[in-house]
């Protein structure tokens, strides 16, 4: 634990003209960590040191942010189970104050209206019609077809708060949706447009695809397009249109490792578009977590 007056002295000098101090000093405070985050907000907005002042404090507290998301993304590969948990890591890498409690209060509430139409008789597509209509017709989650790339649309909290987003974060919502009710979607990773999947009850991940016609799924899902049904056939013809092989990674679940790495990877292209090159070297770094 770092005293506050420590803290506070080092604040007092991130606006010392002499470089040198301050790179010592900006070292320091990244090295204490989150715990110094409330303190430099609280200068940010009561001491008045000037424009200079306010850019070192911005960026320190930017790299303290940063440093959180390498170390929590870290540990999180090592054990990737939850994968709402690598989406909200890499969500805080814009968004770092994002209020957890009312994303879980908000999927907790689709999830009971999905539930409250839910009845023993439906068959599985009956079920995927509901999600369907509660997500799109009622909540009004839509793909973001004008601003296709904008970074938003990859981070979780923006999409639940605009109700549209790109392919990937649709289909990240229709997974966490989906595994709060019990029913067994798995995402997709088919190149250019990410697609769920509805798995076989006896789907084992480590069979061999190639005795398996199915890929161990029955059906595909598109929420980009409001939960359209797709089959294995309509996989092919866009592989075609791609000009790709019908590899079966195209076909088979993928794991959450591969969809937080997509998610960067999408980050990735939505900055080096509106050329941001201090998020797209950041993002970089992120990335090679992945190799």
């Not at 999180?76 to 994002?98: A, D, F, S, T």
Request: net charge negative; aromatic share 12%.
């Amino acid at each position: 634990m770092n005293s506050p007056t420590e803290i506070s002295a080092l604040v007092h000098l991130i606006d010392d003209p002499d470089e040198l101090i301050f790179f010592q000093v900006k070292d320091k405070l990244i090295e204490m960590g989150a715990e110094v985050i409330p303190h430099l907000e609280k200068a940010w907005a009561t001491e008045n040191f000037g424009d200079l002042f306010q850019f070192r404090l911005e960026s320190i507290i930017h790299e303290i942010q940063l440093k959180g998301v390498f170390e929590q993304l870290g540990k999180w590969i090592l054990n990737p189970e939850n994968l709402l948990e690598g989406v909200l890591i890499v969500n805080k890498y814009k968004y770092p104050n994002i209020n957890l409690r009312l994303i879980e209060e908000l999927l907790a509430q689709i999830v009971c209206d999905i539930e409250s139409q839910f009845n023993d008789e439906l068959t599985i597509l009956e079920k995927i019609q509901v999600i369907n209509k509660i997500l799109f017709d009622i909540y009004g989650f839509r793909g973001d077809k004008t601003n296709y790339h904008n970074p938003d649309n990859s981070y979780f909290n923006a999409v639940l708060t605009k109700k549209k987003g790109n392919p990937l974060m649709l289909s990240i919502l229709y997974i966490e949706i989906s595994r709060r009710l019990g029913i067994p979607i798995t995402g997709i990773n088919l190149p250019n447009h990410f697609l769920v999947g509805y798995l076989e009850k006896d789907y084992n991940q480590n069979a061999s695809n190639e005795i398996r016609d199915s890929y161990g799924v029955l059906f595909y899902i598109n929420p980009f397009s409001k939960g359209t049904i797709l089959y294995q056939n309509e996989i092919d013809n866009f592989l075609f249109e791609l000009k790709l092989k019908q590899d079966p990674k195209y076909y088979s679940p993928c794991n959450n490792i591969s969809i937080i790495r997509r998610i960067v990877t999408n980050l990735l292209y939505s900055y080096t578009k509106l050329n941001k090159k201090k998020n797209v070297a950041e993002l970089k770094k992120i990335i090679q977590l992945f190799n």
